[in-house]
T-cell receptor, first 116, second 113 residues
Framework: EPEVTQTPSHQVTQMGQEVILRCVPI?????FYWYRQILGQKVEFLVS????????KSEIFDDQFSVERPDGSNFTLKIRSTKLEDSAMYFC??????????????FGPGTRLTVL | QKEVEQNSGPLSVPEGAIASLNCTYS??????FFWYRQYSGKSPELIMS????GDKEDGRFTAQLNKASQYVSLLIRDSQPSDSATYLC?????????????FGTGTRLQVFP
């Protein structure tokens, strides 16, 4: 069964450093998402991406964050200058339908980001 | 602010019992509702989706939706220790092009032998 994959599974970085989290969505999916979950808290939406551009972003997704689909398979989240509060699990998700669609979003296994 | 509310638990049930998990949501125009299961340190895993009022059954799981009351529930019959996890209720919001998922905080279920 196709699945969303993410690398790395765990990333440790120093505050102020740039990190890139990578995702390979399910191959026939067109809609891509990043969510994050701070330890002990709820899963929060960060950004959605369709047709090579951002469709929607949350207030968490400030200028330090960017997303890119550099080729036909990868979908990346870059944090330019990490802060301690960026420490969280970051989940990539993909789906086949947008507004009004009943399609489910399928989640990758996540990348645990630890900022020291 | 669109909200999804769940009791954080833990909900403790004995093996073989029915576990009942509840969720309310604030956005009346929401159309799609999902239950995900999340084991500690793992990603959300889809259990059920429901879009119409009433019940939807899949194996030991039954999702119930009441849009008038803005209420979604998940019943787990014949609960097993392996069902012990956090259950996340998610509601599909309405973005301009894509629909983001809005999650509740989750209910922690403990099934004891």
């Amino acid at each position: 069964e196709p699945e969303v994959t993410q690398t790395p599974s765990h990333q440790v970085t120093q505050m102020g450093q740039e990190v890139i989290l990578r995702c390979v969505p399910i191959s026939n999916h067109l809609y891509f998402y990043w969510y994050r979950q701070i330890l002990g808290q709820k899963v929060e939406f960060l950004v959605s991406f369709y047709n090579n551009e951002i469709s929607e972003k949350s207030e968490i997704f400030d200028d330090q964050f960017s997303v890119e689909r550099p080729d036909g398979s990868n979908f990346t989240l870059k944090i330019r200058s990490t802060k301690l509060e960026d420490s969280a699990m970051y989940f990539c998700a993909s789906g086949t339908s947008g507004v009004g669609g009943t399609d489910t979003q399928y989640f990758g296994p996540g990348t645990r980001l630890t900022v020291l | 602010q669109k909200e999804v509310e769940q009791n954080s638990g833990p909900l403790s049930v004995p093996e073989g019992a029915i576990a009942s998990l509840n969720c309310t949501y604030s956005d009346r125009v929401s159309q799609s509702f999902f239950w995900y299961r999340q084991y500690s340190g793992k990603s959300p895993e889809l259990i059920m989706s429901i879009y119409s009022n009433g019940d939807k059954e899949d194996g030991r799981f039954t999702a119930q939706l009441n849009k008038a009351s803005q209420y979604v529930s998940l019943l787990i019959r014949d609960s097993q220790p392996s069902d012990s996890a956090t259950y996340l209720c998610a509601v599909k919001g309405l973005g301009m092009i894509t629909d983001k998922l809005i999650f509740g905080t989750g209910t922690r279920l403990q099934v004891f032998p």
